[in-house]
T-cell receptor, first 117, second 114 residues
């Protein structure tokens, strides 16, 4: 069964520093996608970055990059040059493409990031 | 381009009542998925609709149901509300089943059952 594990309930980082949020996953599907979302206190889920299982390059989107290590089944999010506005919950999620559940996302438990001055 | 619109934003209901939540997808999006978010269970998939048909269902009791209209707007209904149904309900829309990069969430409806 598909599973996402985020082992860091909370993280602190100083403004302008980089931070890595950990995510490991488990799936028997060969075709899958990994997502990171940001959820501020308002509740909306904001898409940050996506990595497909067949993508050879690590995904990057501005200050966000995804460190994809397929053999280790990890998909860590790296935020460079943290800003106060980055303080939020961060969720790692996975979608399997070959199991007939194409649009279903499975989420991890999230990491609460606090950026300090 | 308007985003995914969920109404109402907040809702308070009494145990035993029923509730209907609405989700209007981004124009042109035909797939709508629903999720429940609680502190205890986290984010869990409820169901997905495409072309007015339920395509996928999560592991929730039959008290949770949904439907999709011809304009792709979707509603979910919870009957006989329980305290444990208090949650943030999120919907997401996409252009097609399995579409990845246009999968967009709304701001959610926060339901409190008292």
């Amino acid at each position: 069964a598909q599973k996402i594990t985020q082992t860091q309930p909370g993280m602190f980082v100083q403004e302008k520093e980089a931070v890595t949020l950990d995510c490991t996953y488990d799936t028997s599907d060969q075709s899958y996608g990994l997502f990171w979302y940001k959820q501020p206190s308002s509740g909306e889920m904001i898409f940050l970055i996506y990595q497909g299982s067949y993508d050879e390059q690590n995904a990057t989107e501005g200050r966000y990059s995804l460190n994809f290590q397929k053999a280790r089944k990890s998909a860590n999010l790296v935020i460079s040059a943290s800003q106060l506005g980055d303080s939020a919950m961060y969720f790692c999620a996975m979608r399997e493409f070959n199991t007939g559940t194409a649009s279903k996302l499975t989420f991890g438990t999230g990491t609460r990031l606090q950026v300090t001055l | 381009k308007a985003g995914v619109t969920q109404t109402p934003r907040y809702l308070i209901k009494t145990r035993g009542q029923q509730v209907t939540l609405s989700c209007s997808p981004i124009s042109g999006h035909r797939s709508v998925s629903w999720y429940q978010q609680t502190p205890g269970q986290g984010l869990q998939f409820l169901f997905e609709y495409f072309s007015e048909t339920q395509r996928n269902k999560g592991n929730f009791p039959g008290r949770f149901s949904g439907r999709q209209f011809s304009n792709s707007r979707s509603e979910m209904n919870v009957s006989t509300l329980e305290l444990g149904d208090s949650a943030l309900y999120l919907c997401a829309s996409s252009s097609n089943i399995g579409a990845v990069l246009d999968y967009t969430f709304g701001s959610g409806t926060r339901l409190t059952v008292v």
